[in-house]
């Protein structure tokens, strides 16, 4: 099964996640089959808090993926943010 889920990067205390698609089995910051888009929890100033395709997410839920819940919050919480400025 593919799972959609967050794979950590960064240093010490300066957390940076990658959103990848993989399969469920693989380590947390192992292989992954394509990776999505980013969330940067510690971004400050002009930083990019939080990118993803959407277009790609879709793709992959078509397909069988399961998102995981902090993945499903980022996504939920982009969408009510363009829903907000339109």
């Known amino acids: ?35 999505l888009g980013f969330f940067n929890p510690i971004a400050a100033g002009k930083d990019t808090r939080f990118q993803v395709d959407l277009g790609r997410v879709e793709y992959w839920v078509g397909k069988g993926a399961q998102v995981s819940q902090r993945v499903s919050d980022l996504i939920a919480t982009r969408r009510e943010g363009q829903a907000a400025a339109a």
């Open 1 to 35: 099964m593919v799972t959609i889920r967050l794979s950590r990067g960064g240093t010490i205390k300066r957390p940076f996640y990658h959103i990848v698609a993989t399969d469920h089995r693989n380590r947390r910051d192992g292989r992954y089959l394509e990776r």
